[in-house]
């Protein structure tokens, strides 16, 4: 069978599977009105190891999706609560509270009024314990003569040690939340003349979702102007804002690095070519790439981040390597000589597209969701141009000649400029490159921690650690998993390891201190009956008549009825419910921060709790992969080698060295630059290898310094990916940034140096 038999055949099969992944999309984006993953959190690896951890940060990070919280104030009570009743009327009909329900009070305390008797607070158990009868007894009558005291619910002689409103003034303490006037309001700890009112928003869909998103932005921005006019200070936080901020900014960049890209790349064909078939046939290789790259990775993955398409735009730079390829080999060629220069291309071009491939491939390897994604939408995208450029372009440039543009020739014509180095000039290039190397080498900083990667706004994160300081709520970023085989020894263990938390002086926010177990129910309540008990003839001795104080009911609470109470909002997320093989929880914590405080947590040992830190787990992880990377890396440029050499012999050297300098030295000018390296430095040297290498194929397949065509291709290729790979390093995005500026420098050596590096004449 002939060529030209055979690609008409595969033509007509490649167009049939190109028009099912355009109804595949049509679908997904129309009808099923599919939208991008937004979520950052997807994009991270999750702990394979402990699945159970890797449930447990989810769950929180689910219940943190849905709800926007709002300090609307700064000044005095009356005018945060005007600028709040502002605040609510702009927000419209979303879901929000602010106010407190007259009978809310009542019902909680009706749930714990019935168990009072087994609710004891750590001091108030430690004191029943340890304190003599005498001075219990004068403590109880310190508090009946005592004019103004704590918090007391019923009689003096139901509860003459007030146990029950110790309890529920430590309980209080536990959030700077009050209820004033019916509203939930606080007071700033720094400064206890600034008062908030505090307003709870609940979208009705995930805050990842971005029609929740824009459903939110504008209510929300008009209700903080409408706050704001009333003289108040608004501070807003929560998990859609930032997933609101990320959507914004990734939507920004397709847009920016897309369509720069392309009109770049319209532009430089237009000047190589002059026409505007190449031009319409380059842009439907790289739509197809796109499309095919698109429904493939839904049909793999379910689902597309927002980032895989950011990183989607920049591969419309180098799908078009293989139509400038193409056109650039066809000019000054008749139609009928069309078959015979694409049967000489289909080695050089399909080498070249392996080695490409298999450096987006290897973006596989790290166990990151996001960049399995995006290797996977990258390489099948380069596939799929490559394909169309293979089996489409021949049957659709046309019949005429392809005369050679005077910009086209004067662009391949540069080739000469290079000069042929021998040995003796290619030792002098060397050593300068090994200088420049180990002037990189001295300045190379290293930092994995994942918080470089952190991209929100700078006035998002201050409006959230503004927040956290008012509210001193407690992280969610390292925290405790505890789990037991039914909710009792889940709460039995959580008991066991606040007390150990709470030695260590650390805010603690965990269920049981609204929920204790039935057997610390149990044990309190018998305390208390026993200490009052004790205590009974000092006061009858005291009081000059009989005194028997009773103890309290102490009716167990159960579980389903603390979930089913208001009383248990606070703290309801951290009841992460069924989870692996029985109950678990989430204990939080304030002051875990320091990095002495962290190490002494993940060494504490107990049954069937578990230490999360995903902060320090994902930056350890970065470190080790970007080790394991720089390993891949070597192997990489071995198995290159190894592919070049079938091709060429003991000459592929030529064709993979100045890729490897280029490398090198992208990683030295990084460092002189300041920049500090991280993963995300060392993944993109991958496809520098892929693209690099392309380079030198095409190169030293024609050497000579008077041979145009190979070195019109190969800087069309290089401005290309310069275009697209130079505007992903404007991006806000800073694993992207990152990405594209290692590339953007690599890929300019790489075509720089290769010339210096062909045979010499």
């Known amino acids: 069978m002939t060529l030209e038999r055979f690609t008409r055949r595969a033509a007509g099969l490649w167009l049939v599977l190109v028009l099912a992944c355009l109804a595949h999309n049509a679908w997904y984006w129309g009808v099923h009105r599919g939208a991008p993953v937004t979520d950052m959190l997807a994009m991270l690896p999750r702990d394979e190891q402990r699945p159970l951890a890797a449930q447990a940060t989810q769950a929180l990070a689910d219940a943190g999706a849905r709800r926007v919280s ?59 314990a340890s304190a003599p009868v005498q001075a219990l007894a004068d403590e109880a009558l310190a508090a009946l003569y005592q004019p103004v005291g704590g918090p007391r619910i019923g009689a003096w002689a139901d509860d003459p040690l007030n146990l029950f409103g110790q309890w529920l003034a430590e309980r209080a303490q536990m959030s700077r939340v009050r209820v004033q006037d ?92 002059r026409s505007l078939r190449p031009r319409v046939l380059v842009a439907l290789s790289m739509a197809v790439g796109l499309c095919v790259a698109t429904s493939v990775s839904l049909l793999v993955f379910g689902e597309l981040h927002l980032v895989t398409l950011v990183f989607g735009a920049s591969l419309l730079g180098v799908a078009e390597n293989y139509g400038s390829n193409y056109f650039s080999a066809r000019q000054g060629l008749a139609a009928s000589a069309r078959w015979a220069m694409l049967a000489r291309q289909i080695p050089v071009v399909s080498l070249a597209m392996a080695t490409t491939v298999i ?47 005077r910009f086209a020739q004067w662009l391949g014509s ?37 918080r470089q990667l952190q ?29 037991g085989r039914d909710a009792q020894q889940l709460l039995e263990r959580e008991e066991a390891l606040t007390a150990q938390l709470r030695g260590l002086k650390l805010g603690v926010q965990a269920v049981s201190d609204w929920l204790p177990s039935l057997q610390r129910q149990r044990e309190d309540a018998a305390l208390a009956a026993r200490r009052l008990a004790e205590m009974r003839p000092a006061l009858t001795e005291a009081l000059g008549q009989p005194v028997a104080p009773a103890a309290a009911a102490s009716a167990p609470l159960l579980p389903e009825a603390w979930l089913s109470s208001r009383a248990s909002e606070p703290v309801r997320a951290q009841w992460l419910g069924p989870l692996g093989d029985g109950v678990a929880s989430a204990v939080l914590l304030r002051g875990a921060e320091p990095a002495d405080t962290r190490a ?34 070597a192997a990489g440029l071995l198995l290159t080698w190894a592919a070049l050499a079938w091709r060429f012999g003991r000459a592929a050297w030529r064709a993979l060295a100045p890729t490897a300098l280029a490398g090198v030295l992208t990683v030295a000018v990084l460092a002189l630059a300041g920049q500090t390296l991280q993963l995300f430095h060392v993944l993109p040297l991958l496809i ?21 065509r190979p070195f019109l291709s ?48």
């Open 359 to 405: 450096g987006y491939a290897l973006l596989a390897l790290p166990p990151f969701p996001g960049l399995r994604q995006i290797a996977v939408f990258s390489a099948v995208g380069l596939v799929a141009a490559f394909v169309t450029v293979l089996w489409w372009f021949p049957l659709l440039d046309g019949r005429a000649v392809l005369a050679p543009t």
């Open 688 to 708: 520098l290898l892929g693209l690099g290498v392309d380079y030198g194929i095409f190169l030293l397949e024609q050497p000579g310094r008077t041979e145009t």
């Open 70 to 128: 709002v300090l609307i104030g700064g000044g005095e009570a009356a005018t945060a609560q005007r600028a709040a009743d502002a605040f609510l009327q702009a927000l419209g009909d979303l879901p929000a509270r602010h106010r407190v329900a007259e009978g809310e009070s009542q019902a909680w305390l009706g749930l714990y009024a019935p168990v009072r008797g087994g609710l004891l607070s750590p001091a108030s158990r430690e004191r029943l």
């Open 182 to 273: 019916s509203r939930l309001m606080l007071a700033d700890p720094d400064a206890p003349d600034r008062h908030f009112a505090l307003v709870l928003i609940e979208l009705p869909g995930s805050g990842f979702e971005i029609a929740a998103q824009r459903q939110l932005q504008p209510r929300l921005a008009a209700a903080t102007q409408a706050a704001q006019a009333q003289g108040a200070t608004v501070i807003a936080a929560g998990v859609p804002l930032f997933a609101a901020a990320a959507a914004e900014q990734a939507e920004r960049e397709i847009h920016t690095i897309g369509a720069g890209s392309l009109i770049g790349i319209v532009a430089l064909t237009l000047l190589a070519f």
């Open 455 to 483: 991209s929100a706004p700078a006035a998002l994160v201050a409006q959230q650690r503004e927040f956290a300081r008012l509210m001193q709520a407690p992280g969610v970023a390292q925290f405790f998993v505890v789990q």
């Open 600 to 633: 002494a947590l993940a060494a504490l040992r107990l049954d069937g709790v578990t230490w999360v830190d995903k902060v320090g787990e994902v930056s350890q992880l970065l470190g080790r992969y970007r080790a394991l990377m720089t390993l891949v890396l």
């Open 414 to 450: 540069r080739r000469a400029l290079w000069p042929s180095l021998g040995p003796r000039g290619l030792a002098v290039l060397m050593l300068g490159c090994a200088l420049v190397a180990a002037a990189g080498w001295a300045r190379l900083r290293v930092d994995d921690d994942i």
């Open 714 to 761: 190969v800087t069309l290729a290089a401005t290309s990916t310069l275009l697209s790979f130079g505007l992903l390093a404007l991006s806000g995005t800073p694993a992207l940034h990152a990405f594209g500026l290692t590339l953007l420098i690599g890929v300019f050596l790489a075509w720089l140096l290769t010339p210096l590096f062909l045979p010499h004449a």
